[in-house]
């Protein structure tokens, strides 16, 4: 851990983590940097730090999560926090306590930081002006989940070395996928050319590159030419719950014109990685051929995800 | 009551083409005289000098929110929001709980405006029971008790054949049906305009569509029955060019805008931003252009403020969960004459958006400074600058997306039947 105080950390701007649009290329790097050092500790003989310790964290989850749930609570307790999750039966938020003041009683019963997911794009926005913890989204609605992308992105440099230049090619419903939306902002930002492939009815509105609010991306519904000379590959997990019976036929149509299978896969570059932020439905998105090849990086980007949220809580507790 | 005689003001009477330097004379709740040097013995005088004089506005859409929801309004403190706006006539929506769906429900709007309203108050009643859009309200007795025109405003009267009932029931009362035109199909779920920066928020959007559709089936239907068919909140470049086309096939056709969908684009949503959120939602620059063109070529003939008043905690959530609508009434004036200051609207013209054309959909001789017309008068100051504080609001709703913005133009007085019923003393 000594070699986290040699960092500069000058760059670093955020109070919260709301979004991945508003890192500079320079912070992603800053992150990268320090979840190369995480990463570095958490192989060698003792895990722990203690480098947050007296600090409590509250996870806060208005929608069902195992594996990011259990990641930022990992990564938590290996920087020597204590963690306390809260789930929304056991609170009272389904007695009708607003949001604003179910984050403030958390902070009055001691956290320091707040580790939320919500149902609700923006749910985070409404809150922060109100906050003194650090409040960290671990997913909200459509719109964000940006230690996804980051985790993604470290994924990215420890196979390919950097995301710039490289062909990622992105499949699946795009459209409700918070994990698309910060993977477009950020591998953009870090220089990437983004495809995007999937059904028009899977696909956000307004992506004709005339605006400048959204990052220039290209589209292609075929999978075949999307996946020629890809460099990396996220397949999307197919959110049933969040499917209505207008955006599909149903899921053979999909397998049929989207799931990633070993054929598809062999038009892209021979080093392709192939991602997917999990849970994966087996033979719906991914055939199990191509989740079980040595392309597919999955159980890599679980055990980054626990490095790189170590390096978000680092930064945050010193920024 | 003492005369009032308000001197050496520009008076503007888009009625009668009047814009000219002048004095006008009120008495006994009556406009009087109107013309140069006018003197007379016993009056309160206001010098208007540098000053506009024109009929009080009138407003065809606003939301007073009693019964039912008196936190967010009253009739009370919707009508001082108004006269604070230089509005001396508003028509309020029946969107209450209950809804304005009967006879004793309008006359308990009347008998409470009548004791506590400053300005005007016309109720609107509700084209179906309880606003559920699945059968007809009572009309006719709603008729009887005054109301000046029937709407489910809020919700889309969804089944086509309960429009057309609801139409052609409407011919024999005279009476507008006032249709809130977004398909609720292609509405659903929706939280802002469709496009790119609904795309960047993660919302789900509305497209256009959704009102370009419900327009194109109410004027088919209103082409059907020959009813009167008067559209709210028109915010798309779609609708302006259907009604403009239903117009020139001669359907019986009115239609209304907001200042808001005049003056902001959906990107004022970024940073989820839930005072921006409103039904229909914002739209684009090319919308606002439409929008333009349609009031200038007459295709779009009032401006109504969709005055939506909440409560700090409808607004203070996460956006999916925050109330629709924009506190309005007191900022409506100062926002409109953004077009003015910019060229983009003549004040003559603006004027009789905010009078005398919303006063003909009425069929009422309001808006107009004609002697013997009752003497509503808007006095303001068409280049004073003002920040837009909620905390001075006489509305209970400080929902606005105007907060903190500095306006050019302010109304100084507000005249109603002869009385002043607001002064501006800064």
Not at chain 1, 98 to 125: F, K, P
Not at chain 1, 132 to 156: F, K, M, S, V
Not at chain 1, 157 to 175: E, M, P
Not at chain 2, 378 to 400: C, L, Q, R, Y
Request: aromatic share 4%; glycine share 8%; net charge negative.
């Amino acid at each position: 851990m000594n070699n986290l105080l040699a960092l500069d950390i000058s760059a670093w701007q955020h109070r919260h983590i709301l979004d991945i649009q508003d890192f500079s290329a320079d912070e992603i790097n800053l992150v990268m940097l320090t979840a190369d050092i995480m990463s570095k500790h958490m192989s060698g003989p003792i895990k722990k730090t203690g480098s947050l310790r007296g600090k409590t964290i509250v996870t806060l989850f208005y929608e069902a999560s195992t594996r990011t749930r259990g990641s930022f609570e990992l990564a938590a307790k290996n920087l020597g926090a204590d963690v306390v999750n809260m789930t929304v039966q056991s609170s009272s938020v389904s007695k009708g306590e607003s949001l604003i003041n179910t984050l403030n009683t958390l902070e009055s019963i001691g956290a320091d930081m707040i580790v939320m997911r919500h149902h609700l794009s923006g749910a985070h926005y409404s809150a922060v002006p109100f906050m003194r913890a650090n409040l960290i989204n671990a997913g909200d609605g459509w719109h964000a989940h940006p230690t996804q992308a980051l985790l993604d992105l470290y994924t990215i440099r420890q196979h390919l070395g950097s995301a710039q230049g490289l062909k990622t090619v992105i499949i699946g419903d795009i459209r409700h996928s918070r994990v698309a939306h910060s993977n477009i902002w950020c591998l953009s930002k870090m220089g990437a050319r983004v495809v995007l492939c999937a059904p028009p009815t899977l696909l956000p509105a307004g992506l004709d590159n005339t605006h400048n609010l959204f990052p220039k991306v290209e589209v292609e519904y075929n999978i075949s030419n999307a996946l020629v000379d890809a460099d990396v590959v996220m397949e999307l997990r197919l959110q049933k719950e969040r499917m209505r019976g207008d955006l599909l036929p149903g899921l053979d149509e999909f397998i049929y014109g989207y799931q990633l299978n070993a054929a598809r896969l062999a038009l892209a570059k021979p080093h392709v990685i192939v991602m997917h932020p999990g849970p994966v439905n087996e033979d719906v998105e991914m055939a199990t051929d191509v989740l079980h090849s040595p392309r597919a990086v999955v159980t890599n980007q679980v055990t980054n995800g626990v490095a790189v949220r170590m390096a978000i809580l680092q930064l945050l507790s010193i920024g | 009551m003492k005369d009032i005689l308000i001197k050496n003001g520009r008076i503007i009477n888009p009625a009668t083409g009047t814009d000219e330097i002048g004095d006008l004379l009120l008495s006994n709740g009556r406009i009087k005289q109107l013309g140069q040097n006018i003197s007379c013995q016993n009056n309160e005088t206001i010098d208007a000098t540098s000053l506009v004089v024109c009929p009080g506005f009138v407003d065809l859409h606003c939301h007073l929110r009693q019964p039912g929801f008196e936190a967010k309004e009253t009739i009370s403190s919707g009508s001082k929001a108004a006269a604070k706006g230089g509005f001396t006539t508003v028509c309020c929506m029946p969107n209450t709980n209950p809804p304005l769906d009967n006879l004793p429900l309008i006359t308990y709007v009347n008998t409470i405006a009548e004791k506590e309203a400053s300005i005007r108050i016309l109720p609107i009643g509700c084209i179906t029971r309880a606003r559920k859009g699945d059968e007809l309200a009572d009309m006719a007795a709603m008729a009887q008790a005054g109301v000046v025109g029937f709407s489910d405003d809020g919700s889309y009267v969804k089944n086509p054949q309960i429009m057309r009932r609801a139409m052609e029931y409407s011919l024999p009362l005279g009476l507008p049906v006032i249709e809130h035109c977004e398909d609720t199909a292609l509405a659903a779920d929706g939280q802002m305009n469709e496009g790119i920066v609904a795309t960047a928020l993660g919302l789900c959007g509305i497209p256009a569509a959704a009102e370009d559709v419900a327009v194109a089936r109410d004027i088919i239907l209103a082409e059907l029955t020959g009813a009167r068919l008067h559209i709210a909140h028109v915010s798309t470049k779609g609708a302006v060019e259907l009604i403009r086309q239903g117009k020139k096939r001669g359907v019986r056709l009115t239609a209304e805008v907001t200042p808001h969908h005049l003056a902001l684009t959906e990107e004022r949503v970024l940073g989820f931003n839930t005072q921006a959120k409103v039904a229909p939602p914002l739209r684009t620059q090319s919308d606002i252009d439409a929008l333009i063109e349609g009031l200038i070529d007459g295709t779009i003939d009032a401006i109504a403020t969709d005055h939506a008043p909440h409560t700090i905690n409808d607004k203070l959530c996460e956006f999916g969960s925050a109330a629709c609508g924009i506190s309005g009434l007191e900022t409506a004036f100062a926002v409109l004459m953004k077009l003015v200051h910019s060229g983009k609207l003549p004040l003559p013209m603006l004027i009789a958006k905010l009078t005398n054309e919303p006063a003909s959909i009425l069929r009422m001789r309001l808006g107009s400074l004609e002697v013997g017309a009752p003497a509503d008068i808007a006095i303001f100051a068409p280049d004073i600058e003002w920040t837009v504080d909620t905390a001075n609001f006489a509305s209970k709703g400080h929902n606005t997306p105007f907060a903190g913005e500095t306006l050019k133009g302010k109304v100084r007085t507000t005249i109603y039947s002869g009385q002043i019923v607001y002064q501006d003393n800064e």
